[in-house]
């Protein structure tokens, strides 16, 4: 009877091993994107649209860069490793480059690709010197998609 115990015992504390180191392998971060951006809309001074088709753009108008800090909020933002990003943009093509500035410094940074996916960087690891954390959309829709781009092509 007490064997019988000290079996389902340790059977159950294996069991609560296991499914304790398989969640503790799972390193996938999630964040919010308006967290990857370092600043109040108030201290933007600046937007630079970096577009595959017409190259650099830059604007001051404030409706515009409101327009620019409003999409880039409330996206959830999943965390990718080094091999992850490394497999994403291979083979990437980017649309668009979309870089806040306040002072002349980064404040946000957002790449979409053509295959429709957002991509946000972590401005403090991009000043560290170390490797800069990026982050992908976890649950992007088409119609936010579309807006962002009708915005981009927009600037003049």
Do not use: P, W
């Not at 990857?36 to 001074?45: P, Q, S």
């Not at 490797?131 to 600037?155: C, F, G």
Request: hydrophobic share 40%.
């Amino acid at each position: 009877m007490m064997q019988l115990k000290f079996r389902q015992l340790t059977l159950l504390i294996l069991i609560i091993i296991i499914v304790l180191s398989g969640c503790a392998t799972n390193n996938t971060h999630t964040i919010m994107s308006e967290n990857l951006i370092t600043t109040k809309l108030e201290d933007i001074d600046m937007a630079q649209i970096d577009n595959q088709n017409q190259g650099a753009k830059q604007t001051q108008d404030r409706e515009m860069i409101s327009n620019l800090y409003e999409f880039l909020h409330g996206i959830e933002m999943q965390e990718l490793t080094a091999e992850q990003e490394n497999v994403l943009m291979k083979n990437a093509e980017i649309m668009y480059f979309i870089s806040l500035m306040s002072n002349k410094d980064i404040v946000g940074s957002a790449m979409i690709l053509k295959t429709g996916d957002l991509i946000m960087y972590d401005i403090e690891t991009m000043k560290s010197g170390k490797r800069t954390q990026a982050y992908i959309h976890y649950d992007l829709n088409d119609e936010m998609l579309e807006k962002i781009i009708k915005l981009t092509d927009s600037i003049k």
